[in-house]
């Protein structure tokens, strides 16, 4: 099991920066990646920014240039740094994570989500 806790959310201004982080714990040596998705009350979660476990990045095109992902040294911690807030923003920020384990012959993966962190911007 993997337990996954977010901080940092809160309330900014169009144009603020906020940087939210996240800590997994557990079952932490099989991560193949760690990220952000966000969700808005009654639309579907969509992807933020994800890490693969080569430092490698993927975001969403409505962030590509204001937010940066990021890990810590330990690579149990990830960061989302986010720059130039807009109202849009505006959501439940989850933090993910993807492991990979050999169960007999086959390898399996299993997805981690944290509780949720509010972002809100106003404009």
């Known amino acids: 099991q993997v337990q996954l806790v977010e901080s940092g959310g809160g309330l900014v201004q169009a144009g603020e920066s906020l940087r939210v982080s996240c800590v997994a714990s557990?079952?932490?040596?099989?991560?193949?990646?760690m990220g952000w998705y966000r969700q808005v009350a009654g639309k579907q979660r969509e992807l933020v920014a994800i890490?693969?476990?080569?430092?490698?990045?993927n975001y969403a095109d409505s962030v590509q240039g204001r937010f940066t992902i990021s890990r810590g040294s330990a690579k149990n911690t990830v960061y989302l740094q986010m720059d130039s807030l807009k109202s849009e923003d505006t959501a439940v920020y989850y933090c993910?994570?993807?492991?990979?384990?050999?169960?007999?012959?086959?390898?399996?993966?299993?997805?981690?989500w944290g509780q949720g962190t509010q972002v809100t911007v106003s404009s």
């Open positions: 890490i693969e476990d080569d430092g490698s990045t």
């Open positions: 993910y994570s993807q492991h990979e384990a050999w169960v007999g012959n086959s390898l399996a993966s299993h997805d981690y």
């Open positions: 557990g079952s932490i040596f099989s991560m193949k990646m």
